[in-house]
């Protein structure tokens, strides 16, 4: 594009792209499908999980604490306790999201092997597309390492229930193994490190499959690997309402391949207002760490808040990252647990301090909000809020956390996408009502 077409078309850019918005009242116009009670327009019906935050009552929502269950079972339930029985998990939520009930341990096991025997990958897969011009960004690495699958699978267009289940196996096996692999072609590319290829060890759970394949010397204790466990339990699935597995609903209503499908949900996690969002969380705390002296005085942590809440401090917006969810009011049950067991991981590491602070901007946000504001909003600290904390405490790479997000949510995706392409289905297709009710006359090129 010339530099006068450019500069053209940004003097034209807003008048382009904007509307009266009065409009959106006029037609009802529900952006971002949700009402103006915050609650989102129910788009369809769901078998697979339930994230209740608040009722409904007399056309008032009331919140409630938030309960977020999967195929009818209570997350805290599927995360499991610690004990005579403590195992991981992971593979166990992600065999109920696909297959709708829980496992038998005969069963468990051969879904764990059927995990097991996928994480190959092609040969020459690793050189050429992982090594081979490697972005910067690994989220969209792994968007085309999908898309390149896809031409790997002789039977990628059959859209037979089987081939869907062997396909999501297959990526749920190969996702964690792409990551780490392309977490190590970034950093040799852009920052002269050494690239790390592990072989995988059979045998070993998602968790520690990643954790060996990350760390160097391929170490790991036991609670660390099941402290990743608990990260991937609650990141697999929330809801088919939140924008990645709408979009991966979306794209299997048109009736394309699950290589597309699942590459767009991982472009739509990408997103800084979704996915993305823990990558914010993270930089917001480490500007109170570099700005608070004592980070045990409440009083310099609400001062600091204050600052975020009237757009002096952080990047200006105002909004204080971690805290608020779309849904969840009183409590996100996510974030409960992650805290529990992070306190745990915490407590008598050099990490304890920094764990309290996250649980006083955690306490403090509300009320400053509410006196810096003068609104009182029902807000609960969001997963995000300890997620960052708890990968930074495993030592993993902060381009790895939404990476790592995807690879569990993998599991998520997979089970909407067999619901949306059951029997029955409709492409999805919401109306856009046209703000340009004027005919323009059709003028020949040569007299414009």
Not at 96 to 106: A, F, I, N, Q
Not at 310 to 322: I, M, P, Q, S, W
Not at 336 to 361: D, M, N, P, Y
Request: some cysteine; glycine content about 8%; aromatic content about 8%.
């Amino acid at each position: 594009m010339s530099e006068s077409t450019f500069v053209d078309f940004l003097e034209r850019y807003n008048e382009l792209n904007s509307f009266d918005k009065s409009l959106l009242v006029r037609h009802d116009v529900k952006r971002g499908l949700r009402n103006a009670d915050g609650s989102g327009v129910v788009a369809g019906i769901t078998n697979i999980s339930n994230v209740h935050g608040y009722v409904m009552s007399d056309g008032d929502k009331i919140p409630d604490e938030g309960r977020l269950s999967l195929r009818g079972y209570d997350i805290n339930d599927l995360i499991g306790h610690e004990g005579a029985e403590r195992r991981f998990n992971f593979e166990e939520v992600a065999y109920l999201l696909l297959m709708g009930d829980l496992p038998t341990r005969s069963q468990l096991e051969g879904f764990v092997s059927a995990i097991d025997a996928e994480r190959e990958l092609p040969d020459g897969f690793t050189a050429s597309m992982i090594m081979g011009a490697t972005p910067p960004d690994i989220m969209n690495l792994l968007e085309r390492s999908i898309l390149l699958l896809y031409a790997y699978d002789p039977a990628s267009e059959d859209r037979s229930i089987s081939k869907e289940i062997a396909t999501a196996i297959q990526l749920l096996s190969r996702l964690p193994r792409i990551a780490v692999l392309s977490h190590y072609a970034r950093v040799s590319r852009y920052e002269g490190e050494s690239m790390i290829m592990h072989r995988f060890r059979p045998g070993e759970s998602t968790a520690e499959t990643f954790l060996s394949m990350l760390r160097p010397d391929r170490s790991y204790t036991p609670e660390e690997a099941r402290m990743l466990d608990i990260m991937l339990c609650l990141h697999a699935e929330h809801g088919g309402g939140n924008n990645s597995t709408f979009t991966c609903r979306v794209l299997s209503s048109s009736d394309t391949d699950p290589y597309s499908t699942y590459a767009a949900a991982i472009g739509s996690l990408k997103g800084k207002r979704h996915g993305g969002a823990n990558h914010q969380v993270l930089a917001m705390q480490r500007e109170f760490k570099e700005n608070i002296s004592d980070w045990s005085d409440e009083g310099q942590v609400a001062d600091y808040l204050a600052k975020i809440v009237r757009k002096e401090a952080f990047d200006h917006t105002g909004l204080v990252y971690g805290m608020g969810h779309a849904v969840y009011t009183k409590s996100d049950p996510r974030a409960v647990i992650l805290k529990r067991f992070a306190r745990e991981l915490a407590q008598g590491t050099g990490f304890e301090a920094e764990f309290k602070l996250l649980e006083t901007i955690e306490r403090l946000s509300p009320e400053v909000i509410l006196n810096v504001k003068g609104t009182k909003k029902d807000m609960c600290a969001n997963v995000d809020m300890y997620s960052g904390f708890v990968y930074e405490m495993l030592g993993i790479p902060q381009d790895l956390f939404t990476p790592l997000f995807a690879c569990a949510r993998m599991a998520g995706w997979a089970a909407h996408r067999l619901e949306e392409i059951a029997p029955g289905g409709r492409i999805i297709r919401p109306a856009y009502k046209s703000s340009n009710k004027a005919f323009r006359t059709y003028v020949p090129i040569d007299e414009r």
